[in-house]
T-cell receptor, first 112, second 112 residues
């Protein structure tokens, strides 16, 4: 069974600080996705990374896929209260995103 | 364009009762999924479907049944609810080869 470990589980920071969230596995994934979930809503896809070593930027968010395609990180620069939410990583096996494996999530709180 | 909708949004059941959760998508997606989300457990796949008339088991299928009689609808049934099925249930859909799952707003189910 493929597992994804996310760390930290909880993170509370002040507005303007930088942070990094990690997603690690002993398994290789064909692609990895990051979702953001707000309270009372379903997850929303932020990014998909598919190539080992790939780096994608989405405004203040930087996503990196490890060279061996076993891990990923999400870095947020100058966090804002609107970044508050649950961040989930999800890995796809060789069959594509069918049967995604989700990490347990990192709950981020950005205080004004 | 409503995306993915789920009904009901909230439900309280007594142990042994049955119910059906309805998921509908208007994006003509081939793939549909049912997940449950529990505190500290992340999202776990219950059942999924790769097309009309097809269903398959996910990670935690016991106690649930599904049907995909129409492409746009995916039903999740609980024949005899148990307190362990108290959870938030999310439906998601995905276009074939799109590698992006769109989630509904969730159904919060409590079994007493």
């Amino acid at each position: 069974t493929q597992l994804l470990e996310q760390s930290p589980q909880f993170l509370s920071i002040q507005e303007g600080e930088n942070l990094t969230v990690y997603c690690n596995s002993s398994s290789v994934f064909s692609s990895l996705q990051w979702y953001r979930q707000e309270p009372g809503e379903g997850p929303v896809l932020l990014v998909t990374v598919v190539t080992g070593g790939e780096v994608k930027k989405l405004k203040r968010l930087t996503f990196q896929f490890g060279d061996a395609r076993k891990d990923s990180s999400l870095h947020i620069t100058a966090a804002q209260p609107g970044d508050t939410g649950l961040y989930l990583c999800a890995g796809a096996g060789k069959g594509g995103s069918e049967k995604l494996v989700f990490g347990k999530g990192t709950k981020l709180t950005v205080n004004p | 364009n409503a995306g993915v909708t789920q009904t009901p949004k909230f439900r309280v059941l007594k142990t042994g009762q049955s119910m059906t959760l309805l998921c509908a998508q208007d994006m003509n997606h081939e793939y549909m999924y049912w997940y449950r989300q529990d505190p500290g457990m992340g999202l776990r796949l219950i059942h999924y479907s790769v097309g009309e008339g097809t269903t398959a088991k996910g990670e935690v299928p016991d106690g649930y049944n599904v049907s995909r009689l129409k492409k746009q609808n995916f039903l999740l049934g609980l024949e005899s609810a148990a307190p362990s099925q108290t959870s938030v249930y999310f439906c998601a859909s995905e276009g074939q080869g799109a590698w992006e799952q769109y989630f509904g707003p969730g159904t919060r189910l409590t079994v007493t």
